[in-house]
């Protein structure tokens, strides 16, 4: 059993749009990834997925709305809604997610990433 | 779908030791809760927990040592591990944990909260 201090995990990477493992409960796994730029359209049909903001704006776009999350805010996606996930600048988050969850869902392309690395 | 900001919904309680639910995804409960004083020692057999500190600063006493937890910071407690959160001022806690999940794990006495509220 170690804890995790979120500053301190966030300054061993720099790469953006790949998860990595910062602790795993039940069924699920903690990530942090750093995000800027836009993401694809994806949804993930047996999952809900949990994005907290730990630093930063990140803006998640839904079909019909947007949705601007400041750090200290979380929005949880229900399985079966499409969302791409829009920073301007460089964004901290925190997902949670069942270990089955692959970062682009439904789509599979350059942004997939399959292997996730533990941090 | 709705956004949580954690500011907010902090403010709007001021009870201790009696978590609110704040969010769900899959099988688990997104909860919010105000720590202040001791907890009982108990454990939880089929749950694994997760401590994540907004703000203040928590101890979770394990039987062999004692994690101490800033803000920024999270601890996992596999399931079956005892431990006994203690909380010298007011602390504001996320927790992540099974939705059968009872607050005092195996041990039922007057800190037991059989029915949670949203928040």
Chains 1, 2 share one sequence.
Do not use: C
């Not at 993401?39 to 839904?62: A, C, Q, R, Y």
């Amino acid at each position: 059993m170690e804890k995790v201090n979120m500053a301190e995990k966030f300054g061993l990477f720099a790469d953006y749009w790949r998860p990595k493992i910062a602790g795993e409960l039940n069924d699920s796994y903690i990530k942090l990834v750093k995000l800027k730029g836009e993401f694809v359209w994806h949804k993930h049909n047996d999952e809900d997925e949990l994005f907290f903001v730990v630093k930063g704006m990140l803006l998640i776009h839904l079909r019909d709305r947007v949705f601007s999350l400041q750090a200290g805010e979380f929005l949880i996606v229900p399985r079966g809604v499409e969302h791409m996930p829009v920073a301007e600048d460089e964004v901290w988050v925190m997902l949670i997610e069942p270990k089955s969850t692959l970062n682009t869902g439904d789509v599979n392309n350059e942004r997939t990433v399959d292997r996730l690395d533990r941090i």
